[in-house]
C-alpha cells in the first residue's frame, strides 16, 4: 500500500511520474478515474486551497469527497501514545484512523506543526499516527514536516514555464511576517526543486535555518537528480540570475534562541520588486498562498509581470488528481 506524506514516499521516480501525468491531464479533457471512490478529508486546521482544490478532485473524477474538522462539530483527537485521556480530546487517532479507513479509500490529513520545538515537528506524531493506523492510503494535506502537493504544484508551475527544471537557478527565500510560521512549504520547496534537478539557494536571516535533517535530504536528493543545494544569508546574492524566486514566511529554529516576535526583525526582507529586478530577465514569482500583502511580499510583486501565484494554486488540482491515481493505482 502507497502512502503520500512526504517526498521520500514517492522519490524522484514518482515525482516524474505524478508530474507528467498532471501536465497531460491539464491539456485534456477531466478523465473520471474516481468513480465510486471515496476521499476521508481530516482537517486539524484551515484551509482555502487544500480543501477546495482536493473537493473538485474528487467530484471532477466521479468520485466524492468526506470533509471532517477536528473540533468542529467532530470529537477532538488524541494522537499522543500512552496518553492519559482526561482533557478535551475525546478520541484516539489509534481509533479514529482505522475506523473512518472501513468508510473510505484514501485518507488525507492536515495537521500543521506545533512550533514548540523542530526536533518534535520533525517527528511529525499526528500524520504518523494516521499514517500507521489507517489501512488504506493516507496523504498529507499539509503536516508539521512537509506540504508534498504543494511541492508538486510549485514544480509543475516551474516545468509549464520553462519546459526543463535540470539546472534552473531558483531562490528560496525567508519572508518577514507577523507570527511564526511552520516550515512544511519551504521543506517541500526544497525538498521537491532539489529532486527535480534544480539549482536551489536558500536564503534567509541569521536564526531562520530549515531543519538539518531536511536539508540533509535535500542534499541528498539534487545529489541523485543532477541539482545542487546551497544556503546564504543574502537574499539579493541568492536572486541575481535566478528564475524563480519563491517567497515563504517561516518561524525562527527553535535550536537558535529565538524568540519568535523575531519574525518582525528584518522587514526588509520582504520580496519586492527591486529583489526581483536582480532575478532573470523572465523570472517568475511563487508564493503557496495565502499571503499577507506588503508584509511578506509587496504589491508590486504580486500584482507584477512575475506572478504566477494563481497558476501554481490552480495547479495543485492538477498534481493532486495525478496524486490520487498513483496512490490507487498500486
Ligand atoms: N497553499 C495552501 O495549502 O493553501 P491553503 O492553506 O489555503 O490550503
Not at 70 to 92: Q, S, T, Y
Request: proline fraction near 5%; charged fraction near 20%.
Amino acid at each position: 500500500m502507497r502512502h503520500a506524506t512526504g517526498i521520500s514516499d514517492f522519490g524522484i521516480e514518482g515525482l516524474e511520474e505524478i508530474l507528467a501525468r498532471a501536465i497531460q491531464w491539464k491539456a485534456g479533457a477531466h478523465p473520471k478515474h474516481l468513480v465510486d471512490r471515496i476521499l476521508g478529508m481530516v482537517f486539524f486546521n484551515p484551509s482555502l486551497r487544500t480543501r477546495a482544490s482536493f473537493e473538485a478532485v474528487m467530484a471532477r473524477g466521479g468520485g466524492s469527497a468526506i470533509v471532517l474538522e477536528v473540533g468542529n462539530g467532530v470529537w477532538k483527537l488524541e494522537d499522543r501514545i500512552g496518553a492519559i485521556m482526561d482533557g478535551d480530546r475525546a478520541e484516539h487517532i489509534k481509533e479514529a484512523a482505522p475506523v473512518l479507513a472501513r468508510y473510505v479509500d484514501l485518507l488525507a490529513v492536515r495537521t500543521f506543526a506545533a512550533g514548540a520545538s523542530d526536533e518534535e515537528d520533525h517527528a511529525d506524531p499526528v500524520m504518523n499516527g494516521f499514517r500507521n493506523y489507517s489501512t488504506v492510503p493516507t496523504l498529507s494535506m499539509e503536516s508539521a514536516r512537509e506540504h508534498p502537493c504543494q511541492g508538486l504544484a510549485d514544480l509543475m508551475t516551474a516545468r509549464e514555464t520553462f519546459g526543463s527544471t535540470q539546472g534552473l537557478p531558483v531562490t528560496l527565500t525567508w519572508a518577514p511576517h507577523i507570527k511564526p510560521l511552520p516550515k512544511a512549504v519551504p521543506n517541500s520547496f526544497l525538498l521537491t526543486a532539489a529532486a527535480a534537478g534544480c539549482e536551489v539557494r536558500v536564503a534567509h536571516p541569521e536564526g531562520f535555518e530549515l531543519q538539518g535533517e531536511v536539508l540533509a535530504q535535500a542534499q541528498a536528493l539534487a545529489k541523485a537528480s543532477g541539482g545542487s543545494v546551497s544556503l546564504t544569508k543574502d537574499q539579493g546574492e541568492a536572486a541575481a540570475g535566478s528564475r524563480v524566486v519563491y517567497a515563504k514566511a517561516w518561524g525562527p529554529s527553535t535550536a537558535g534562541g529565538l524568540k519568535a516576535e523575531a519574525v518582525k526583525d528584518h522587514p526588509d526582507w520582504i520580496c519586492s520588486p527591486e529583489l526581483m529586478g536582480k532575478a532573470a530577465k523572465d523570472a517568475i514569482f511563487m508564493h503557496c498562498l495565502p499571503v499577507r500583502r506588503n508584509v511578506e511580499v509587496a504589491d508590486g510583486v504580486l500584482d507584477g509581470p512575475w506572478s504566477r501565484v494563481v497558476d501554481e494554486a490552480e495547479n495543485r488540482f492538477h498534481v493532486q488528481r495525478s496524486l490520487v491515481q498513483w496512490l490507487l493505482e498500486a
